[in-house]
């Protein structure tokens, strides 16, 4: 990989500490631009599975431009136990996740808002009828699907559905990959 330039930023809480948000361009942004995103609000998500150089396949991989993330989220993700983030630099190949939620149905959810402080809940309609209830935080992109689900299965969302089941499921593990392209 080509020698990667960073912008420093740094903690909005009084720790000191900093992270590096990496410069891209050229082959690794057009892949990320490739990638159908969803929207929350001004807010672009990816959502990509990613290739390092080892070989091994990562999903669940959100891309986001670090300024209008962070004005979104309000806080760095090193400020943020919850996130977690990860590095540019071990990434070879970027490509759409294929467990995410479908664009259209993930953008659909956005435009409704949260339905909770810090969560949202909706249920994913499938092709057969069944209704599965989810509560996610705000990032809705990746629901822990259950075995027996596809996300070419869900024709559709119900955004604030709460019926309480214990089928209801959360959302997969994830993680954080911010960028910018200004130096």
Known sequence: ?????????????????????????G????EILA???SR???????????EVESGQLIDRVY??????WHKHWGVWPLDDPCKSLFSISRVKRIFSSPSRLPALL????????????????????????RRIPVLTGNAVDFPEYPPEVKP???VDVIHGYNEISASRIGTANYCWCLYTTRS
């Open 152 to 154: 070419s299965d869900i």
């Open 27 to 30: 082959r690794l942004l057009q």
């Open 40 to 50: 929350d609000g001004e807010l672009v998500y990816r959502p990509c599975c990613v």
């Open 35 to 37: 990638v159908e995103p």
């Open 106 to 129: 993930a953008n659909k959810l956005y435009r409704g808002g949260e339905t909770s402080m810090g969560g949202t809940s909706f249920a994913l309609i499938l092709r057969d009828g």
């Open 1 to 25: 990989m080509l020698k990667q330039q960073y912008v420093e930023v740094r903690s909005s809480k009084s720790t000191g500490s900093t992270a590096r948000i990496p410069v891209l361009e």
């Open 63 to 68: 891309f986001a431009e670090a300024f209008s």
